[in-house]
């Protein structure tokens, strides 16, 4: 096993090998890590912005590496947007755009699609709905009238309804079965409420899923996604001039049928007291907990230096939330934390997946961090967050789908158009005065919610132990509001 | 199983399911390189791809649990998670600090038959990840005290508990692995490692395994993006030519794996529903056959209109889900098919309704246009393949994928080709062949029942 014990037939060769690159034999200077060299310049491909004959925008981007072609069809309505006693319309709603649309019934498309050798998508998230087309260029003429058609002129059919109805009540079962899903989802009902929008699944609940009828999701694809509202955003192989045709052709017919404007979510009220909420799973072996209250919505003024403070704290592996607890304590697997930004204020949150008999050592040392965290920070960390958001930005951009996406996020959140050119200059104005105050002003740990789905038994006596808060059991279903 | 977040399956090679026929999607599949070796047997890959300045480094080790030995189940991917913690010249915690400080991300992840490490990174910083790439393979046990060990070794555990104990189903992988291969067959144990061996690991194993596995001659490097070629070849020279070259690695030499009945059992975990596995042993990857089972999984259960979706999820919706797939790997490989039951409905008649299913194809071929669906999809997946260059499965990690396997680093087209000549009736001939009804794995998971 000795490395001195090299065959001789090897050494040999290796001398011949050895003479030919001839460097090999320098030993290079190890005692400080090589320098580097002047940070390389992203320059992105324009975005070239058109509008077809009724009003609807397309954004283009050509990127010839690969035969592909992004399309994105990108609908400025969500989950926010639905209504009262309707939680989870805007993404059955989506769902449903390709289970039978135009002419072909849901498997012609899937068939077609697939034969096409297509990726075809439909989502939605709280701000926004999407259908998505990934397609080899060569075949895109014969992939857009079928993406119209799901995005323009869905049928939502009774039996598929009934078909994803059962299906997403199925998955908000098993839901409840994994801690990694109960937790986050009892972290946001507590932090929100039943009432806000953002304190409910995606999906809504068991309630608001029965009552769904066809008129329902004809009715919001009718008032919600209306040109007006909608962008294409077309990324990869294509030619401006060769490509808006076929945009026309397909989308340029799609004319408004008085829709409805949107009203945005309201601004949830903060939390004003600690609390804790454990959720019980018996015999867990991790307890899986999120800490944190009402974030920031995505056009706070603070972005870049919430991006550069929650770097430092729970954004990257060397962040002090992951070092704590896992590289110096082990008691986890890996610790993070995240401000979801959202049209309104989405929640922030510190998180982790804690050994049972750790739940009450992980917890004292997340709110030793979530307080260090106001105190000033030094220049060296303040250095490597931000070098780590501005230099690894250009990685962002490497495929089709990427800039599509970093589009999508543009339109909806109404990004100044030079806003990716100016990404790095302004990570790299943030100060460490500034990381402070906004540390001082959205991480106030004794105002936040702690959440555990864990096992009760095993965690209730030490966690209340630690006097974070008055601590009560939520049951699974108050998390996923029945 | 991986350092942080993605979790890795046992696939080496993960060949995506699925792509050509309308208007023909062609376009060179080709990916240029330049390769050579150093005189420590390290074999180098360089490929420059200028779309974005970043550069990925990506290294493979040809060591994985199926070069462990008994009672150190799991010791692979242990030893994976030390090589971030510092070498003889990069001090504990610099690894990570110094790479993030210059933009780059890095993760590592290990499998049945290897380890691999990326670092991805801004083009300017590239001689820093070649420093630190080279400082561990040259230099790690200079730096490696035995608390070290004990430290990675809970944050294994909390791996393994994230991701199997405390999973749904997510006992059931292990379970199967010892179902199908033989006692003392390296693929019958987990990757992740059984938690009393991963308690008996100790600071002498870390040695020995270091100088047995982790020399440059058992090991293959690949620098792709915004790089110059020459340039980086001697950066190369540079940094890596003084590592010391180690003994040769005997090649792991499994007991014969055969499936000779039905191995049937039931387990319980805290689910909420019923779910079914099916696994047989099928050809390692890359001969004949395995190609063929990528496809059949793509008939099963590759979208709306496959057999398996369609019959069960689609029409008559007695599953939440079914999946199947050839999960790929050096010294074999299985196939597959997993189905979780509606709420009321049962794995029993889910595996009458995909037995029924399988029979059928065993008497007819498919339809012409289900195999070509499935081809044009495999395509299309060849080219997102060629998008981005770092991370797991970029292309860097392929290059390396590719010459761990034996074909050389671009055997893209090759690769394809492999699925563009599949008929229906070689499609029938590998589910006749490789998926019996008499010879396989049969694991239930049933709810607990409620305390």
Not at chain 1, 235 to 257: A, M
Not at chain 1, 269 to 283: E, S
Not at chain 2, 96 to 103: Q, R, T
């Amino acid at each position: 096993m000795s490395r001195l014990r090299v065959p001789t037939a090897i050494a040999v060769l290796a001398i011949v090998i050895a003479g030919a690159t001839g460097l090999a034999q320098q030993k290079p200077d190890r005692s400080k890590p090589p320098a580097i060299g002047p940070a390389p310049q992203l320059t992105l491909p324009p975005i070239q912005k058109r509008t077809l004959s009724n009003g609807l925008s397309v954004w283009i981007v050509e990127a010839h590496k690969v035969p592909l072609v992004q399309v994105n069809f990108l609908v400025q309505a969500g989950s926010a947007d639905d209504p009262a006693g309707k939680f989870g319309i805007a993404s059955l709603t989506a769902a449903m755009l390709d289970e039978g649309a135009g002419t072909r019934s849901a498997l012609q498309i899937a068939d077609e699609v697939d034969f096409l050798g297509a990726n075809l998508s439909t989502t939605s998230s709280f701000d926004a709905s999407a259908v998505r087309l990934n397609v080899p260029s060569a075949r895109l003429a014969a992939a857009l009238p079928i993406m119209a058609d799901v995005a323009l002129r869905p049928m939502f059919p009774q039996a598929e309804l009934d078909r994803l109805r059962q299906e997403r009540l199925t998955t908000l079962l098993q839901a409840r079965d994994d801690a990694t899903q109960v937790a986050p989802m009892a972290f946001a009902r507590t932090v929100f409420g039943g009432t806000h929008r953002y304190g409910t699944s995606a999906l809504g609940t068991t309630v608001t899923l029965k009552a769904f009828t066809t008129s329902d999701l004809r009715s919001f694809h009718a008032s919600m996604y209306q040109p007006s509202a909608a962008t294409l955003v077309v990324v990869g192989d294509v030619q401006v001039n060769t490509v808006l045709p076929l945009l026309e052709k397909y989308f340029g017919g799609w004319r408004t049928v008085g829709g409805t404007a949107r009203t945005p979510v309201a601004l949830a009220p903060q939390l004003t007291q600690a609390q804790v909420a454990i959720v019980d799973m018996p015999g867990a072996e991790q307890s899986q907990v999120r800490i944190g209250w009402v974030g920031v919505p995505r056009s706070t003024p603070d972005y870049f230096t919430l991006q550069v403070l929650n770097t430092i704290l729970g954004g990257s592996f060397t962040s002090r939330l992951n070092q704590n607890l896992r590289e110096k304590n082990q008691f986890t697997y890996g610790a993070s934390s995240r401000f979801d930004m959202r049209l309104s204020a989405g929640p922030f949150f510190a998180g982790a997946g804690i050994q049972t008999d750790k739940t009450t050592d992980a917890l004292r040392e997340f709110f030793n961090e979530l307080n260090a965290i106001t105190k000033p920070v030094s220049a060296e960390e303040l250095t490597k967050a931000k070098n780590y958001l501005a230099l690894g930005f250009p990685s962002e951009f490497e495929t089709i789908g990427d800039l599509a996406s970093h589009l999508e996020e543009m339109i909806v959140y109404k990004l100044p158009d030079n806003f990716f050119d100016r990404y790095i200059a302004n990570i790299q104005a943030v100060t460490a005065e500034a990381v402070q105050k906004a540390a001082a002003t959205y991480i106030q740990p004794g105002r936040f919610a702690v959440v555990i789905a864990g096992d009760r038994k095993a965690i209730e006596a030490g966690v209340g132990g630690l006097k974070l808060g008055p601590v009560r059991v939520l049951t699974v279903e108050e998390a996923f509001g029945s | 199983m991986s350092r942080r977040l993605a979790i890795l399956a046992l696939v080496i090679l993960t060949i995506p399911m699925r792509a050509q026929s309308p208007a023909p999607a062609t376009a060179p599949l080709q990916v240029p390189f330049r390769q050579f070796q150093l005189a420590n047997g390290l074999n180098v890959v360089l490929h420059q791809d200028k779309t974005v300045p970043v550069a990925a480094v990506n290294v493979w080790y040809h060591v994985g649990s199926a070069n462990e030995k008994t009672g150190r189940t799991g010791f692979a991917h242990l030893f994976e998670h030390l090589m971030f913690e510092g070498s003889k010249n990069v001090p504990e915690g610099q690894f990570d600090l110094l790479l993030e400080s210059a933009g780059a991300t890095n993760n590592g992840s290990t499998s049945n038959d290897r380890t691999n490490y990326f670092i991805d990174l801004p083009s300017n910083a590239l001689e820093l990840a070649l420093f630190l790439e080279s400082d561990r393979m040259a230099f790690l046990l200079d730096a490696m005290p035995p608390e070290q060990v004990n430290s990675q070794r809970d944050v294994v555990k909390n791996e393994r508990r994230q991701s199997y104990e405390n999973q749904p189903y997510g006992m059931a992988s292990i379970e199967i692995d010892k179902m199908l291969w033989p006692p003392g067959h390296p693929y019958s144990w987990p990757v992740i490692g059984y938690m009393e061996d991963l308690t008996a690991a100790s600071h002498a194993d870390v040695q020995e395994f270091f100088k047995r596995y982790y020399a440059p001659n058992n090991a293959s490097l690949v620098v792709a993006g915004d790089i110059d070629l020459d340039k980086t070849q001697a950066m190369v020279e540079k940094w890596f030519g003084e590592v010391r070259r180690g003994a040769t690695v005997e090649p792991v030499a499994p007991p014969a794996a055969i499936l000779t009945q039905v191995k049937r059992q039931t387990i319980t975990d805290q689910v909420s529903l019923q779910r079914l596995y099916l696994a047989w042993l099928t050809p390692r990857f890359y001969a004949p056959g395995d190609a063929t089972l990528d496809v059949v999984a793509a008939i099963l259960t590759g979208g709306k209109n496959s057999r398996l979706y369609k019959r069960l999820v689609y029409d008559e919706q007695m599953a939440q889900d079914v999946s199947a797939f050839q999960s790929s790997a050096a010294l074999g490989s299985s196939f597959q098919i997993v189905a979780t039951a509606r709420r009321g409905r049962t794995v029993e008649e889910m595996q009458k309704a995909i037995d029924e299913e399988i029979e059928k194809l065993r008497r007819t071929p498919p339809e012409p246009r289900e195999v070509q669906r499935a081809i044009n999809q495999v395509e299309a997946a060849f080219y997102r393949r060629m998008e981005r260059v770092g991370g797991f499965g970029g292309k860097a990690d392929q290059l390396n994928s590719y010459y761990f396997a034996g074909g050389g680093p671009d055997f893209f087209a090759e690769d394809l080709a492999r699925y563009r000549s599949l008929t229906p009736a070689d499609v029938q001939a590998a589910i006749f062949q490789w998926l019996p009804r008499d010879r396989r794995v049969e694991l239930v998971v049933l709810p607990e029942e409620k305390k």
